[in-house]
């Protein structure tokens, strides 16, 4: 059974085809960039318009198979930048018309759990989502993907970004900072934002735009002790949440999981606890098509469906509301 999955919740329109065993076929995509600012949803929507019948042809090209071979279509239904969302779940839409097949909604920040979960062979990980615009600490309990610590307020790459175009090293800023912070020769002190379970990130992101201006700092420092204090954060919470939830896996999703200092430092953590760390390929880490794909077979599997005559986005949809129908 061949599931091709599109996602196209922000800047990323992708499309991945999975077999039933999970075995991954194609994972193409393309990404809206800008030189300045963030993501404007209307044109985001229009490079996806754009880009949607390319990433098509070329996913069925890299699985070497025809539109008739897929038997389910699925689609990144929640949540998201509803202008975005709608262009996945129209095309998602026209192909199970067309192919007579059925398909499923799937959510977002799930899907990047369970493509961990499928590449990396863990069973039952806390996943440290850590993305542009998401932040999330989840773990499976009582068939729901719980969230014990998230953001209070912007993503930490959206964080990571502004700061780096602020010192004008333009987008996407992460991997920017990333390789000022192995230059740096001192720590510099910023506010440090655990609140119970969450995190935030506007109060450190205002303290190192304000050393900036004062010019008193480099910035290699800066990035560094960015980098240094912000993944400290995310490592507490997601400690917090492998030690009350008695899990012994922590698995990385998300784009700025790519950053190596942050992978270090789970990794440090999590030896020193008796648990271990995971973190799938670049590709996967970052949004993808597969993992929509990947979900949905699940769910489908688990006998979810969806009605491709009215199903619609739902861009406000939470990890926890989902029920888990499918572990
Ligand atoms: P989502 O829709 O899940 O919130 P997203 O649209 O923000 O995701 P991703 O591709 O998951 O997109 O992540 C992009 C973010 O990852 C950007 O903020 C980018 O700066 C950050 N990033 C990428 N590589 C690194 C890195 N090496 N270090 C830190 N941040 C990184
Ligand atoms: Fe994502």
Known sequence: MLCLGIESTAHTYGIGIVDNTGRILANEKAAYTTDKGGIHPSKAKEHHLTAAPGILKQALRKANISLDNVNLIAF????????????????????????????????????????GRLL?????????????????????????????????????????????????????????????????KQYIELPYAVK?????????LTSLKDKYDSGKYSREDLAYSAQE???????????????????????????????????????IMCSERGAKCYAPEHQFLVDNGAMIAWSGLLMYKAGVRDDASIVDIRPAVRTDDVEVVWR
């Open 76 to 115: 990144s239904q929640s949540p998201g930048l509803a202008p975005c969302l709608v262009v996945g779940k129209d095309n998602a839409v026209a192909l199970a018309k067309k192919l007579l097949i059925p398909i499923v909604g799937v959510n977002h920040c799930i899907a990047h759990l369970e493509i």
């Open 120 to 184: 990396t062979r863990t069973k039952d990980p806390v996943l440290l989502y850590a993305s542009g615009a998401n932040t999330q600490v989840i773990a499976y309990q009582g068939r729901k993907y719980r969230i014990f610590g998230e953001t209070l307020d912007q993503g930490v790459g959206n964080a990571l970004d502004a700061f780096a175009r602020y010192m004008g090293l333009g987008f996407p800023g992460g991997p920017k900072l990333q390789e000022l912070a192995k230059q740096a």
């Open 196 to 204: 119970g379970m969450d995190v935030s990130f506007t109060g450190i």
């Open 229 to 267: 204090t912000i993944f400290a954060m995310l490592v507490e919470v997601s400690e917090r949440a492998i030690a009350h939830c008695q899990k012994r896996e922590l698995l990385l999703g998300g784009g700025v999981a790519c950053n190596t200092r942050l992978q270090e430092m789970c990794r």
